[in-house]
């Protein structure tokens, strides 16, 4: 019997004492006050919206975990507590728990990388720790073992932009197990560098990914249902939602009867039937809350790769003559061309390898 395990997350926004440098006044200090702010508040949202999309669910994370965030200067710390330190769980419920808390952070850290990146162009490194740590978010502190640990994997031992897990996560096979086993669901997120250390680290680009071509499949599937049922195919779906977001517009009517001219009678009775269903398990509900969950993701993952393509290319152009700061868009480099080249025969992800660096 095990109680459930922490995690705590330490995150380092490498060039930030270069962005500081260009601080020398009033108004640049509060945008940049600013843009910690705002980056604190996407994590508390995606934390709310997180709690709305576990309390459905058989597992609700939030009935066995605390998770708590805090920046402090540069740095971002994260960390999930298990609520109930004396509740104890079989192996498997336990294993799988706690991996499956540890694929939950990443999505969160994603959404963190991304957001720095698209604003600022910059790029983290970090550690990961199943130590205990504590967040006093009031404060902006943080304590504790598994604060150390992490702050170490990533000051020590990470040197180029990888999210570290300590030695003692990876050398723990029954939770290395259980995450292998939660990547053939969720898609795989560690790697082992085996070009430097043999470190694991965090393969949230891969994350994402992977996510997204789960979703388009699934968009794809019920797509299908639908033209196989009702003879509607996605552009018709397609353009009369588009057409509904103008529909304060003065050519509204004038664009509804285009609209409607373009698609026969019977489908324009068809479409009338599904736009009226309200059950949430009916195919073309299923299908717009798909259809948002894609534009969503496919929206942070394009822009990210986009960005990590402008900023590494940038930067090693700029950093040619210092061989450290070079040495980590390197590695970034061939991190983002390894993660596409896996996705290459993917067939709902084809467009993604034009974000690849020569």
């Known amino acids: ?14 060039g930030y004492g270069q962005e500081q440098k260009k601080i020398d006044n009033q108004e640049k ?13 996407l994590i508390k949202v995606q ?44 192996d498997n419920d336990y294993y799988d728990l706690s991996a499956f808390t540890l ?14 990146l698209k604003e600022k162009g910059l790029i983290v490194r970090g550690g990961i720790s199943n130590k205990f740590a504590d967040i006093d978010d009031v404060n902006s502190l943080a304590v504790g073992e598994g604060l150390i640990e992490a702050y170490e994997l990533e000051s020590k031992f990470a040197k180029v932009p990888r999210i570290l897990i300590s030695k003692e996560i990876s050398n723990n096979k029954k939770l290395m197990l259980s995450l292998k086993k939660h990547s053939k669901v969720y898609g795989n997120i560690l790697s082992k560098d085996t070009d430097r250390d043999d470190f694991y680290y965090l393969n949230y680009l891969s994350f994402m990914l992977e ?6 499949k699934q968009r794809v599937k019920v797509q299908n249902e639908i033209e196989e049922r009702y003879g509607i195919n996605e552009n018709i779906i397609q353009d009369f939602q588009e057409l509904l977001k103008d529909k304060d517009s003065s050519d509204f009517i004038s ?8 698609i026969t009678a019977e489908q324009q009775s068809k479409l009338n ?31 990210t790769l986009k960005k990590l393509q402008e900023t590494i290319q940038s930067e090693l152009k700029v950093n040619k003559d210092k061989p450290t700061t070079y040495e980590k868009y390197v590695w970034l480099r061939e991190y983002l061309n390894k993660t596409i080249q896996n996705f290459q025969n993917i067939e709902y992800l084809d467009f993604i390898q034009k974000y690849k660096l020569q």
Request: hydrophobic share 40%; glycine share 0%; proline share 1%.
């Open 47 to 90: 934390d709310q919206m997180n709690k709305q999309f576990f309390s459905d669910k058989d597992i609700n994370l939030y009935e066995y975990y605390d998770f708590k965030a805090v920046f402090i200067s540069d740095s971002f710390v994260l960390s999930a507590i298990p609520k109930v330190q004396t509740q104890e769980f079989l």
């Open 273 to 303: 039937q599904l736009l009226k269903e309200k059950d949430r398990n009916s195919l073309f509900i299923q299908y717009k809350q798909i259809i948002q969950d894609i534009q969503s993701t496919k929206y942070v993952t394009i822009d």
């Open 211 to 216: 996510l997204l071509n789960k979703s388009e």
């Open 1 to 14: 019997m095990n109680k459930l395990m922490q995690w705590t997350l330490f995150l380092d926004i490498l």
């Open 255 to 262: 664009r509804l009867d285009t609209f409607n001219n373009s």
């Open 29 to 41: 200090a509060n945008d940049f006050i600013q843009f910690m702010s705002i980056n604190k508040e």
């Open 103 to 116: 694929i939950e952070l990443t999505y969160q850290i994603f959404i963190f990388i991304e957001n720095i």
